[in-house]
């Protein structure tokens, strides 16, 4: 997981009557205070309770946090309360690094603490089943959490789409958080679609261009866009990551079962000298591949004979829980399929090839 710096934050005390926002004190406001607006009294993050009496900017955060005096405290002190930490998480995200899980589990219990913390059974975050009928505080649940998974993913396929895209909308707009984008994102892809194809596209153009973002963009792009659309977009989104987390994050193109990217993983290959990982296996696999060119491949020459290798290695296997696993397209006989690997391994006798070969035919 990739987390922010850690740096010394720039405490700035405001006078209370400084910000305001229009929300009702509560344990669970309806929105979240993304950044007060002027006109009186804005409410700390935190409590939600008492007016905002610091305004504490750390350097790669995107957003700043406004607290209370008491609220200010027991965040330099890793010591909120489960419900402080929720309600600041939902806001800000949970890869941010005072609220990431060095310092916090997903029920916002305080693991780094440096001073006890107070009335935290009076103060406990909000389970799954207390939010999962209200979109907004089931966005909010999200948010925090920072991942989905099939229980929260269940509980927002039960919501009305429309609902769920206006309030993932209210709580990323404008949307600047790679923590809040990706878990965005993810929402788009499993429990939206093409309905919040405009938001994405717009997000894709205007967000921060970090590798985690970048990848989400990937994910969310063939459940959002039109096949031609998400295949281009794909690309693109890829071609903005570092080129050091090119051979890492390539796997994520098997998303799009696209055969195209099987031929974008070839010409890459033949026109570019950057180190080849294992994860080239998993876009091929997943992109669809018939036998005829993996041969092919094979026969030509490193690198394309170690994509094969692994192209196979990863074929009938579950790569993500939202794509089915690949399998190779038109195979032939499979005492045929095996003496091309047998006469393969001749040419390349390199431990890890013959380590490749053996997993392959013993499957």
Aim: charged share 25%; proline share 7%; with cysteine.
């Amino acid at each position: 997981m990739e987390h922010p710096q850690q740096n010394v934050p720039f405490v700035l005390s405001l006078p209370p009557t400084l910000f305001h926002v229009e929300q009702p004190a509560g344990v669970l406001p309806s929105r979240n205070m993304e950044s007060p607006s002027a006109g009186g009294e804005a409410r700390c993050q935190a409590c939600r309770v008492r007016p905002v009496a610091h305004c504490l900017d750390e350097a790669g955060n995107e957003e700043a946090y406004f607290l209370c005096g008491e609220g200010a405290h027991r965040f330099d002190a890793r010591a909120l309360r489960p419900l402080e930490w929720f309600n600041l998480a939902s806001v800000h995200g949970s890869i941010t690094y005072r609220l990431q899980e060095d310092f916090y589990d997903l029920d916002g219990t305080a693991l780094q603490l440096m001073e006890p913390v107070l009335d935290a059974s009076l103060h406990s975050a909000p389970s799954l089943d207390q939010v999962r009928d209200n979109a907004e505080r089931l966005v909010d649940y999200a948010m925090a959490r920072g991942v989905l998974d099939d229980e929260l993913i269940d509980a927002f396929s039960k919501l009305d789409k429309t609902s769920l895209f206006q309030a993932l909308q209210a709580r990323t707009q404008p949307a600047k958080n790679p923590g809040k984008l990706r878990v965005a994102c993810e929402l788009c892809a499993q429990c939206i679609g093409p309905l919040a194809q405009d938001w994405v596209r717009q997000q894709s153009n205007e967000g921060p261009k970090s590798t985690i973002v970048m990848a989400a963009f990937i994910r969310a792009a063939p459940h959002c866009f039109p096949r031609d659309e998400a295949f281009e977009r794909a690309l693109g989104f890829f071609g903005r990551m570092r080129v050091g987390d090119h051979g890492e994050k390539v796997h994520l193109l098997g998303i799009l079962q696209d055969p195209r990217v099987v031929d974008w993983i070839e010409r890459r290959l033949a026109d570019s000298s950057e180190t080849i990982g294992g994860y080239r296996g998993d876009a091929v696999a997943g992109s669809g591949i018939s036998w005829n060119p993996i041969r092919s491949w094979l026969a030509r020459g490193r690198p394309l004979w170690l994509v094969a290798l692994d192209t196979l290695r990863y074929l009938g296997r579950l790569v993500t829980t939202t794509v089915p696993a690949p399998k190779l397209l038109e195979p032939q006989e499979e005492r045929a399929m095996a003496q091309v690997l047998n006469d393969y391994l001749r040419k390349d006798s390199a431990p890890r090839v013959e380590q490749r070969v053996r997993l392959i035919q013993d499957r």
